[in-house]
């Protein structure tokens, strides 16, 4: 049985590259603030008055900041299995460029597998699909457990 194509559900938020996915953000050229998603009409450093960016790939990996569940199931148009499944999600301290970012953790993740300060990294995993493909969304794999030495920055 051939096996349907491959899309983002989102477009322009993540490469479709399924080995080795970035995240696509913004890195404003007056302050060097990055952004994601990625800005397109203003920095979002309250000191910087800029308007131009340059468009980035982020880094892969990152450093979980803090992170919650949610029991709720969001209501449409959010995609989400029948019967719901609770998952965790991550606030994650990018490796290069410090900027923290919320997502989820992949299918199956509990509020048990993970702590501040573990490392986690980049994949992507089916979201829904239709006739025509198969919606690929961005979320944060456990990829180590903390190290003592390792320390988060707010």
């Not at 996915?21 to 979002?44: D, E, K, Q, V």
């Not at 990996?61 to 803090?66: C, K, L, N, P, R």
């Not at 990018?94 to 900027?99: I, K, M, S, V, W």
């Not at 994949?123 to 794999?141: G, I, M, N, Q, S």
Request: aromatic share 10%.
């Amino acid at each position: 049985m051939p096996t349907k194509p491959q899309q983002p559900a989102i477009e322009g938020w993540f490469t479709m590259d399924v080995e080795q996915p970035h995240l696509l953000g913004s890195r404003c050229t007056t302050c060097g603030t990055y952004a994601f998603p990625a800005a397109s009409h203003f920095c979002g450093n309250p000191a910087c008055a800029g308007t131009e960016f340059d468009s980035v790939e982020l880094s892969r990996t990152g450093t979980v900041w803090s992170f919650t569940d949610n029991r709720y199931q969001p209501p449409d148009p959010y995609v989400s299995p029948d019967p719901f499944e609770p998952y965790v999600i991550a606030a994650v301290q990018l490796a290069d460029e410090g900027l923290v970012i919320l997502g989820q953790l992949t299918r199956g993740a509990t509020t048990d597998d993970v702590a501040v300060g573990d490392r986690v990294e980049l994949v992507l995993e089916p979201l829904y699909e239709d006739d025509e493909a198969e919606h690929l969304v961005w979320k944060w794999k456990l990829a180590g457990q903390a190290d003592d030495a390792e320390e988060v920055q707010p």
